[in-house]
């Protein structure tokens, strides 16, 4: 089969290999129909992540449909439509029993990273039966892609953690796909103000279609100015960092309110300073997490209830035998405009 | 009256001065009986605290005696036995409405502060009906004097929002009176294990006592390769930094569990590292807040149902004369082994 | 001044009253520019509320202007455009300090009720700072009536109690004023399914209106059957009890998913069954509540963000003057179809 | 083997069964080494629970051996000393992944039920990875049969339900074993107070070791009014039902403060009256569960730091040849003072 390999070279190569077989009875076979790339693809090629190594077929995200399933899988068969997680959860450890599966210690994020990955045309996924979703007829199978990471990624990571509420104000450092991510499901929410901050006027346009309420461009290195003067000079309920430099994430720390809660989602390659000496007696919280995708199931109803429509984060479409031009689309964003860009290998 | 001074000279001075009068119809005037010496203190003799001025009274615990009140006060009148918190709240703003009240508008912690405060023969407390409390005939009201701001900071910025659990396993980075408070209150939430890590092997003695299952001699640089081995590589639940310095706030961030969280009590006076390269993937939280004493009255209880029994914090006594023996007892405690020293005007 | 008057003969009458004064130094006068009737002044017309008795003027909702203050209230003076809150609250009792406003022991929902209401051209309110609320300029201070009882007993008896969530099913048992409000603030919470079920279809059109996913008319007894029938079998995750009998809170019962959670806002007059043989292994929680009107600043929010616009639940405007008509028509509801009647005494 | 059945004659009755085989790759054979009596079973025998038939061996509550595993089990292995949970749980469905193990829809209570139970030499678990515990090695295996049902469901259903919290006040109607489960796990989080209810005075004494701070013999009918007593009037915090009579769940309706939450663990048989009358404007919850068993795990860390000590819930022990006389024991508990009885098969 082909599929989308990190190869010696630090470069994404299309190669051939052995389509997938079942190796554990809780395992499927899934033919892919629709995946993407996460901007933690990107990660792996650069060589940021020790435990992909080259060789390895990329992806942790899509939808397709049942090639096999192994002997104790019971809820899935042969033809069914499902969606894949990103994180794959054995169930019954201590982390998922609390549902952090991305702690999972069987598990967790090893899609594309220890083992082979989605961007293929066959995929072999551990734990179906915690790990796949059943994807009810007529859904629009190629948005619901956006399930299998980003979606839940903003919404758990920054939503949840940092507790958007009825008529909070919210302000999201970055407005990449992540952003946008936490910008949709914040919306859940019903808060007040949401203000996204980001450095490309495209994309600030692109998130006050999405329902921010105010946009900062934060070229001028006075973004923490702006959300004070937006604010009454409080502060903002909710920070949501989605960049995962220590620039951003300072500057979270300088726009939250006292009592306030900054919650990360960006991938952080070297550590931040944290200003205790302002921050010790103002009753914040800072958090961090890898995605459980714990939400798949209630996004789905979001999505079944059109509460959200993940279609909107898709702006280009790729064959399998287009994905160096994929990547290339994806990597360069700034230019292209690209939000998520979907690789359909079938 | 008499009263302890923060002087010109950096100094505790003691010194006559006007007994206070009501300025505004929520006030009281408190005959103080017994007050202390809070870590804090030392911090405005030093001029760490910018908003404490030389000429202040100090102080800004105790118990007392009402002298009198102003108009407006309705749930207090002279004689009265009252407890004073550490906080004042005007109980009406935003911030009195979450209960968040260290960040009153128009109060928080102004005693011994901004205003003069409670190590003085009378002292005059705004916001009477919100900031003083009741206590029961028959009770140790100089121990209540723990009551006023070292337990409930314990308790709130150590306890609660480091979310202890039945079960579960915390630790705490310093043994001194705050850590002390931290590992009493952690008690009321039955956790398996409380591991205490100090360079004082007296403090650790007293914490052995006061019921933590562990501890930790921190001298050797060591303790977080203590702390894996004792809690089987996975870290512990929850880690109270009740220091206030880079390298204690650094030693929770490598001990914590993955979906742990780090309750900051210790006052800073500069920022920490934050590894985030380490922690964005690891589910934790991260919490500051100044002591909103919110849970007087559940403390009361716990004191009269002898859950706890704070007369044991109580390491010396000294009448207002003595103050400045007081300040030299508390400022040497690793010599003096004194955890909370009382000061009785009366 | 000109004031509705509950009178001896169990009816409404206009009369001549002396205009209230100042009696306690927390004391607001206000003049009132628009308040409304609640269905709870129906049940005191009846005798069914024992505190209130006749000769008391009824009202406890409305907007206006301060008329005068008491020595110590701090927020407001002369001039100030002011919502008024149901509920009194002293703001230092035990319940008011965890924002159970309605338990307040020297206040909670006394207007119109023990002490004098909103249905004339002045009302006293005690406890002003803890109880009225800045209007921002520009606001619709008519449509701002519907924060002072009705909204916030809709958001947090029935959807903050009912722990609305997004994704979820929520099924509302009484589509008047009360399940409108319930209905239009659940939608905070973007749930997947709001059902409504009512006897009356021009309340179950209006619902549609508002936002219900599925209205039941339940005048065929069957609506329990119906609910299951679009939940799949499983029932809603949560039921609001939005009438006050017993049959519906049966009703809720019988609907309620496992896990699930009823919410009650009626105002009931006599025990309702609870089928505990059929509900004791369902891990189900049922919540009572008088509205606390804790959430009106978040519900303030959320109508300057045009969240909500709570002039729709208006359906008719009366003078003072036309008190009486005012009355005839919302007790009339099913034939006037009103909702809420605003009267305006200036 | 040997096994104890529910027999046609509804009583409990010794008889020779062949060994349990696997039958699924998720089940385990477990040699039981110790297994007990709950109320539930004798409900079976009166014929109360529909989907237990004559014929079935009961019990579902044990300790034990693993005897042999199904191909898909992948945490336990032949040899293993394990505990068994009374709630046989899948792990991936919608209500195990939110730990409602009791309502998974493959398993639930399902032992001893629909399936042969515990008390017999030998039993097939399903879901072996799920419901099974791994014994550290050295603990009492014997006192941990308590684990399997009665203290989760004390604490699950009475305690973490109703929220009983450092200081507050707790009032538990029934002091049999399910109500002293909950009296022992309510400690964990420090009440001031725990009232102790029922009309057996040798339960009432051994209340009051286990740790109850007051002890109310209701047979005098005016146990409503003992507790409003004990409580200045205000009621309790928290009321747990643990009898399953409408009388009791009164009871709770009549002792609960505004603001609190009646926790009910008892099976009832028939509707109580809800007395919505006085309780809708109290601002109280009412909880239903059955037990989950989600805090086995907890559990056995807070057994390991001795915080609770399970065995002295044991009374009586017999082997499975007496197992008729335990029956008659359990059964009789008024006479014979039984708490719970250990049945040891081996």
């Excluded at 096999?68 to 450890?93: E, I, Q, Y």
């Excluded at 003067?229 to 300072?250: C, M, R």
């Amino acid at each position: 089969m082909k599929a989308l390999v990190y190869s010696k070279s630090g470069k994404i190569a299309l190669e051939d290999r052995p389509k997938p077989e079942i190796t554990a009875p809780g395992d499927a076979v899934v033919r892919v129909t629709h995946t993407t790339i996460c901007g933690t693809d990107l990660h792996i090629l650069k060589g940021d992540v020790a435990t992909a190594t080259p060789g390895r077929i990329l992806g942790h995200e899509g939808v397709g449909v049942i090639d096999s399933v192994g002997a104790s899988v019971t809820s899935f068969k042969k033809g069914d439509h499902v969606l894949m997680s990103c994180v794959s959860a054995c169930g019954t450890c201590a982390f998922c029993r609390k549902q952090m599966y991305s702690h999972c210690i069987h598990g967790g994020w090893i899609l594309g990273n220890t083992i082979d990955g989605t961007q293929a045309e066959f995929v072999r996924t551990p734990f179906a039966d915690m790990s796949l979703y059943h994807i009810p007829k007529g859904a629009d199978e190629e948005a619901l892609v956006m399930l299998s990471d980003i979606l839940p990624t903003g919404f758990e990571c920054g939503v949840l953690n940092g507790k958007v509420a009825p008529g909070s104000s919210v302000a999201i450092v970055g407005a990449g796909p992540e952003g946008l991510a936490a910008l949709w499901t914040a919306q859940f929410y019903s808060p007040a103000t949401i203000i996204m901050i980001d450095l490309d006027p495209n994309r600030l346009a692109i998130a006050k279609k999405f329902g921010a309420t105010d946009v900062i461009d934060s070229s001028d290195g006075k973004a923490a100015k702006a959300v004070m003067k937006l604010t009454d000079k409080a502060g903002v309920d909710t920070a949501i960092e989605a960049v995962g430099i220590p620039a951003t994430f300072e500057l979270c720390q300088q726009i939250i309110a006292a009592g306030g809660t900054i919650a990360n989602i960006g991938v952080h390659g070297k550590p931040a300073s944290l200003h205790l000496e302002t921050l010790w007696d103002r009753n914040i919280a800072i958090t961090t997490r890898l995605v459980d995708t714990a939400t798949i199931p209630m996004l789905f109803k979001t999505a079944a209830a059109k509460t959200i429509d993940p279609a909107l984060l898709i702006s280009h479409r790729f064959t399998l035998a287009e994905g160096e031009a994929a990547y290339e689309t994806f990597g360069n964003a700034a230019k292209t405009r690209a939000l998520k860009v979907i690789i359909s290998p079938s």
